[in-house]
T-cell receptor
């Protein structure tokens, strides 16, 4: 069916890395955004990808494979404060159309 | 990183009461979106505007909500008669070139 899927939870250790996966099946594709959301707060924009491959933005990197309907957000050198929910959102159509969101992956970083 | 302003941050209403929330989009962003995020972290698109014109809206919004984005005034979203199921976080986002930036949200509780 149509939608954006993410694992509900992910656990990792401070100083290591975490990869948050996202798969999507939508009527079209015009880009994918990643957001960080803390409890009770608004989503904070992290990255927008539209081309295949890896986009390195330092602490956060994103990968996209349009043919596989797959993206991931990679967080390196994890800190405790990286514990949050990470949302994947697909822009199915061109123009100013709504995003289709996944339910988010809650990342817990332990000491 | 977002300059979208939403007021109030919290809103408590009784069933049947009107509930109104406001949003000031980021300067220069031509499109404004409203989303509802429920307690299960699911996003529901409500309505979007380009300048003062409605681009898209869902059936529920058309029937139960009143929304506008006048020039030189904040955008607003008003529930005409609140229901318990309307309790949620209401997020406003403004958009430039496909990326949407969210405000802090208005958390509505309908008792």
């Amino acid at each position: 069916g149509q939608g954006v899927e993410q694992p509900a939870k992910l656990m990792s250790v401070e100083g290591t890395f975490a990869r948050v996966n996202c798969t999507y099946s939508t009527s079209g594709f015009n880009g994918l955004s990643w957001y960080q959301q803390r409890e009770g707060q608004a989503p904070v924009f992290l990255s927008y990808v539209v081309l295949d491959g890896l986009k390195d933005s330092g602490h956060f990197s994103t990968f996209l494979s349009r043919s596989n309907g797959y993206s991931y957000l990679l967080l390196t050198e994890l800190q405790i404060k990286d514990s949050a929910s990470y949302l994947c959102a697909v822009r199915p159509d061109s123009g100013y159309n709504k995003l289709t969101f996944g339910k988010g992956t809650v990342l817990l970083v332990s000491p | 990183n977002s300059k979208v302003i939403q007021t109030p941050r919290y809103l408590v209403k009784g069933q049947g009461q009107k509930a109104k929330m406001r949003c000031i989009p980021e300067k220069g962003h031509p499109v404004v979106f409203w989303y509802q995020q429920n307690k299960n972290n699911e996003f529901k698109f409500l309505i979007n505007f380009q300048n003062q014109e409605v681009l898209q809206q869902i059936d529920m919004t058309e029937k139960r909500f009143s929304a506008e984005c006048p020039s030189n005034s904040p955008c607003s979203l008003e529930i005409q008669s609140s229901e318990a199921g309307d309790s949620a976080l209401y997020l406003c986002a403004s958009s430039l070139q496909g990326t949407q930036y969210f405000g802090p949200g208005t958390r509505l509780l309908v008792l």
